[in-house]
Every structure is written in structure tokens, then in C-alpha cells.
């Protein structure tokens, strides 16, 4: 496997970013998106994240391989302790660990951040058609997140109905009162 480093995503980054997500969009039900996001949007959607939470890019020779962020999963203050993550891959850069060393920076960021619980929204075949397939959900499984629950036919995309499972990680200590959110930008965290 070549080498790749893991960093913080730049603003400069939302082309090859958009180019990474769009074949999810436009050919599987991975994503319930009906539109692939250009670059302008995901330049956009990239500085609203990085305001509160970590968004991790792969990266060899200048061009990225895959990207990880973390996100709001419910906006009431109770829920602050709580993220929904996010993985994606360059399709001919699958099954490299490229995903894997991702969400392993985005676990030990979000830890520092005084996160607890990680959450992942999976699409998950109805049929067994290959529009949506069960590798999100395995990846997820050997990341050490377990299903909490399954929403049977919440997205429907070309043609296909698409079930949505939920999973979680706890990653810290429960503790009463929990330590205060750290918003990203104010860690001081070394790549």
C-alpha cells in the first residue's frame, strides 16, 4: 500500500472532495442525495463544518483519497456529546485502509473534543440488487460500531426503496456532568 497522510481538509480541497462523492450520488443509494454537490457547494458545506467539528482528508501526491468528517446529530444542547460521522473513499482506492486510518483520526479527534457517542447513518439493500450494498455497514461493524436501529424504506432513489440503519460507538466516559464540548478549530491536534 502507498502511503498517505491524514490532515485537515483546506477550502482548496472541495473539487477533488465533490469528485470523490459525486459516483455515490449519481450511481448507488449510498447517499439519499439525488444531485451530485458541485464544488462551489461542498466549499461551502466544508466551512459551515469546520466551524464546530473535524473534517479529515487522505491525501498522497496532492491528491486526496478519500475524506471523514463529523457532524451535528441532533442540535439540542443535550445532545452535544453526540456526532453523526462520515467516510468517504475514491472509488479505485477502496480496501487500501484508507478508510479505516480516517475515521481512526476522526475517533481520536472527536474524543478530544469531548465526544462520546459517534453515530452513522447506513443505507442498507432492501434488495439484494447491488444499488446499496452492506460494505458500509461491515466497515462500520469492524470500526467497533453495533446497529441500535433500522428505519425499513425511509429513502426511495431511481427506482429503489432503501432501508437506513442506525449505528453507534461509544467512545468516552460517561461522566456526570460530561466535560465541556471543544469546538475543532480551538484543539491544538498534530498530523
Given amino acids: 500500500m502507498n502511503e498517505f497522510t491524514i490532515r485537515p481538509v483546506r477550502l482548496t480541497d472541495a473539487g477533488q472532495v465533490s469528485y470523490i462523492f459525486a459516483p455515490y450520488v449519481l450511481h448507488t443509494g449510498i447517499t439519499?442525495?439525488?444531485?451530485?454537490?458541485?464544488?462551489?457547494?461542498?466549499?461551502?458545506?466544508i466551512s459551515e463544518k469546520i466551524k464546530r467539528y473535524p473534517f479529515l482528508v487522505a491525501e498522497r501526491d496532492n491528491v486526496i483519497l478519500g475524506y471523514a468528517f463529523t457532524s451535528v446529530f441532533n442540535a439540542r444542547c443535550g445532545a452535544t456529546h453526540t456526532v453523526e460521522s462520515t467516510v468517504y473513499v475514491?472509488?479505485?482506492?477502496?480496501?487500501?485502509?484508507?478508510?479505516?486510518?480516517?475515521?481512526?483520526?476522526?475517533?481520536?479527534?472527536?474524543?478530544?473534543?469531548?465526544?462520546?457517542?459517534?453515530?452513522?447513518?447506513?443505507?442498507?439493500?432492501v434488495?439484494?440488487?447491488?444499488?446499496?450494498?452492506?460494505?458500509?455497514?461491515?466497515?462500520?461493524?469492524?470500526?467497533?460500531f453495533?446497529?441500535?436501529?433500522?428505519?425499513?424504506?425511509?429513502?426511495?432513489?431511481?427506482?429503489?426503496?432503501?432501508?437506513?440503519?442506525?449505528?453507534?460507538?461509544?467512545?468516552?466516559?460517561?461522566?456526570e456532568p460530561p466535560k465541556e464540548f471543544i469546538p475543532f478549530p480551538e484543539l491544538q491536534i498534530i498530523y
Fill in 90 to 125: 475514491r472509488e479505485n482506492e477502496k480496501g487500501q485502509g484508507i478508510g479505516r486510518k480516517l475515521y481512526e483520526k476522526l475517533e481520536e479527534v472527536s474524543a478530544a473534543q469531548n465526544i462520546l457517542n459517534m453515530m452513522a447513518g447506513i443505507a442498507y439493500p
Fill in 127 to 144: 434488495l439484494d440488487d447491488g444499488f446499496v450494498t452492506t460494505d458500509s455497514l461491515r466497515f462500520h461493524e469492524r470500526m467497533g
Fill in 146 to 175: 453495533r446497529i441500535v436501529g433500522k428505519f425499513e424504506k425511509a429513502g426511495f432513489k431511481q427506482g429503489h426503496w432503501i432501508d437506513l440503519v442506525w449505528m453507534e460507538k461509544l467512545i468516552g466516559s460517561h461522566d
Fill in 32 to 45: 439519499f442525495e439525488y444531485a451530485a454537490p458541485d464544488e462551489a457547494e461542498f466549499r461551502r458545506r
